[in-house]
């Protein structure tokens, strides 16, 4: 290896940028580290001194003796009185990573002929990866910086990382949560939606697309059933069939699922009874009690999904589970919509006999979702940070609604609107001829970025000309261009202001 002695050389090779989302200090000691275990820096070689260094990398001096005592606490690093600091000799006995040491499989397996489920024919979601640079990010499920309560978030994993509080979620809990979290989704979560259960009824999951996998492991199969709205939730639909089960597709109206349109053979029924996914109407009270009825009539298991119902409504209704009395109804509920996607954390309300089935279950998957988060997230929740970060939410997207709506009727007159109160997006569809794929193409050359919404139907070929926005991404004041510019993309001329 070439000796790096020429202090100039160390900037080239240790490279930060103010745009990492890492600190600076971050920077250096992930660079060093990289160097190390690369063996770009010989044992016998010093680094550059913290002046020189912090001169050629732009920083302060004290941001590189921070990341210089870290990585000596580490023993990455060695400080030598008056020599300054070198690699630790130990830390060159590990394996280097040789070029081309990474093995390619075997082109002649055939894995396709292998596999028991296809997993990757099944609809693909809309991928916006770079929905945060786009100008007008009319994406679902995606959440606002502007409104992420960062400050309340670090403090409760600040909290979290307490010692006597990594004693609690540290060690393996197996196949138990949380017994903090169980408590704040009893008591804080569940009495929003009007359900009220034992702690034993109750198990985390990460996210509602976990407990929907889980419970078509555990629940279903060839041959069965399951009855599920159309247009509807894609992920649900592709689940439940990688089961081997078979989706009996029922249409939605103005009103949500039609429970008489429901074959008596079904064993199971998937709804978004709160918000319909994808067109956010809310099921009425008449069509709720005749679904447990059926259920009943029919020997039925109803899946509910709390879609969207995280938020303050104005005429807030009562889920299916907290109105049934027969304990056909398994309600799956997420906070995705609330503190952030990412998070990965939702979590399944049913009998104590089936909880106990899923946390068996569950242990063979992953065991338990990450304790770490789950604590933090319970103490986010008993300091009332959740109360008030929903009803930021609430009255930021209800503007926001509202001005799409008024945006979407001015420049684009000829779209039909699903108009309901509440949710995170709005349904559209447009003219006959329509495309909701290449408008969402063409929209994306605008930095318009919309969901195109044939996969939400059983059929996506013969449903192309629908499209959904989102509203908890976007600034109020980007809507109204953004629609502009979608109007644009279109074919339509803008109305004049």
């Not at 709390?306 to 109804?329: E, K, M």
Request: aromatic share 6%; hydrophobic share 40%.
């Amino acid at each position: 290896m070439a000796a790096r002695t020429d202090p100039a050389i160390w900037s080239g090779l240790f490279r930060i940028s103010p745009e990492s989302g890492q600190t600076l200090q971050a920077q250096i000691r992930q660079a060093i580290v990289a160097a190390i275990l690369d063996r770009q820096i010989a044992a016998s070689m010093p680094l550059p001194s913290c002046r020189v260094l912090a001169e050629k990398l732009g920083v302060a001096r004290g941001t590189v003796v921070l990341a210089f005592q870290q990585l000596v606490d580490q023993g990455f690093l060695i400080a030598k009185e008056r020599r300054g600091h070198f690699v630790n000799p130990e830390m060159l006995t590990m394996p280097a990573r040789a070029p081309g040491a990474i093995r390619r499989s075997d082109p002649t397996l055939d894995w396709k002929s292998r596999r028991k489920v296809a997993a990757s024919e099944m609809p693909e979601p809309s991928k916006q990866e770079n929905w945060i640079r786009a100008s007008y990010p009319f994406v679902y499920g995606q959440f606002d910086p502007g409104l992420f309560p960062t400050a309340e978030w670090r403090e409760c994993n600040r909290m979290a990382l307490a010692v006597l509080e990594i004693r609690n979620w540290a060690s393996d809990m197996v196949d138990r949560d949380d017994p903090l979290l169980i408590e704040q989704i009893q008591a804080r979560l569940l009495p929003r939606r009007g359900i009220f259960a034992n702690p034993d009824e109750i198990i985390v999951t990460l996210g509602a697309q976990h407990a929907l996998y889980m419970l078509a492991t555990l629940l279903m199969g060839r041959g069965t059933k399951v009855a599920m709205e159309n247009p509807g939730y894609p992920d649900a639909r592709s689940i439940f069939r990688l089961s081997g089960a078979e989706i009996v597709p029922v249409p939605v109206d103005g009103e949500g699922i039609d429970p008489d349109a429901i074959p008596d053979d079904c064993g199971f029924a998937f709804v978004t009874p709160s918000h319909q996914c994808p067109t956010m109407v809310s099921l009425p009270e008449d069509r709720r009690q005749k679904l447990i009825a059926d259920a009943q009539k029919h020997d039925r298991i109803i899946i509910e999904d709390g879609y969207d119902s995280q938020l303050v409504d104005d005429a807030p209704q009562q889920a299916l589970r907290g109105i049934d009395r027969s304990g056909r109804v398994i309600y799956v509920g997420s906070m995705s919509k609330t503190l952030a996607p990412g998070l990965r954390l939702g979590y399944i309300v049913a009998s104590a006999e089936l909880i106990a089935e899923l946390r068996a279950l569950r242990r063979f998957m992953l065991r338990h979702p990450p304790a770490n988060n789950q604590r933090a997230v319970a103490l986010f929740l008993s300091l009332g940070h959740h109360e008030a970060l929903v009803r930021r939410l609430s009255s930021a997207f209800q503007e926001r609604r509202e001005r799409l709506i008024g945006a979407v009727s001015s420049y684009l007159p000829e779209w039909g609107i699903t108009d309901t109160p509440g949710g995170t997006s709005l349904w559209l569809e447009g003219p006959h001829g329509t495309s909701g794929k290449a408008l969402a193409e063409l929209a994306a050359a605008r930095s318009v970025l919309i969901e195109p919404g044939a996969r939400f139907f059983d059929q996506p070929e013969r449903n192309g000309r629908f499209v959904r926005l989102g509203i908890s991404s976007i600034a109020l004041q980007h809507i109204e261009p953004g629609i502009r510019e979608l109007a644009t993309a279109a074919g339509r001329r803008p109305a004049a202001a």
